[in-house]
């Protein structure tokens, strides 16, 4: 069998200070990954420019010029990270086996490439880099980013924990997740949906080698909002559960009312004011979460995902020869 082609996919926006320490880091290990004949010698570390403002850009391809190992694209503008490593892993589906997305700061231990080819190589199409240990962030970084993460599964939206864009994807996973055409994207939410058989490869996290994050908790959170309401209409559901309780406890409420009316401790007209205020409130909720259900509904069918995925066979279906 023949060696399977890798493609590092590495997202760079305003990088200039940290790609020309990190390149030949990942250099190395690709190095390392095809003399030990893992992958194969056509493997490429692919460069997204995210329409930076400085000399990234002037950097990848003088890296280019110098050595065919070393390629890269750049996006017309900045349309963030997400959207960065979705344009590298769409480049590299077809001219690739497996593809390595991660940070071009050297944060994500570059060396666990290694144990994530090994967990391709033996069988599986999707490995989670996960990180072990949070020790080098601030207890701020740490405190809010690990608070993301429940936020984010406590909203129905299940991640890996603790899991970021540092991941290996097969070129077989790409093609079915190139089926979900949704514009709002939150890969790491994403990719489990595709399926196939996937594992997790443990790291410590480094300090960034230079620069400044492009994280602050303000984009963080704009991150967890659109993961939240990207991937589920729970939500939606948490209005029409709030309406459920209103209703029941203005119920309750009109009950008490009445009773107080006849029991002659109300001035006149106090009454018939709770009692509609109570009734208003509870039915608009409701009916407002009832409406959000079919918005949700419709939100989903609007992305259009796929319904299923087929990942084995035990007959290979008929290829027609003639295409006329
Ligand atoms: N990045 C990008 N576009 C953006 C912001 C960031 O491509 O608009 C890249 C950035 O160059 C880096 C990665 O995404 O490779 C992660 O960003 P950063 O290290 O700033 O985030 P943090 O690790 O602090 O969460
Ligand atoms: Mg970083």
Known sequence: MSKPILWMVIPCYNE????????????????????????????????????SKDDTWQIITELSKQDEHFIGISQSRNRGHQNAVLAGLM??????DITISIDCDGQDDIHAMHAMVD???DGCE????????????TFFKRFTAEGFYHLMNWMGADIVFNHADYRLISSRVLDHFADYKEVNIFLRGMVPLVGFKSTSVY????????????????????????????????????????????SVLSFIGVIWAIIQAFAGYVVAGWTSTVCIVCFMGGIQLLCLGVIGEYIGKIYMETKARPRYIISERT?????????G
């Open 203 to 246: 790291y410590d996290r480094a300090e960034r080698i230079a620069g400044e994050s492009h994280y602050p908790l303000k984009k963080m959170l704009a991150l967890a909002f659109d993961g939240i309401t990207s991937l589920s209409v729970k939500p939606i559901r948490l209005i029409a559960g709030l309406g459920l309780v209103i």
């Open 119 to 121: 967990a391709y190589l």
């Open 126 to 137: 999707v490995v989670y880099g996960v990180r072990a240990r949070r020790t080098t962030d």
């Open 91 to 96: 480049e590299a589906k077809d001219q690739c």
């Open 315 to 323: 007959w290979a279906p008929y290829e027609r020869e003639y295409k």
């Open 16 to 51: 200039e200070m940290v790609l020309p320490i990190t390149a030949p880091m990942f250099r190395q290990e690709l190095a390392d990954l095809i003399s030990e004949g893992k992958i194969s010698e056509q493997s490429r570390i692919c460069f997204v420019n995210d329409g």
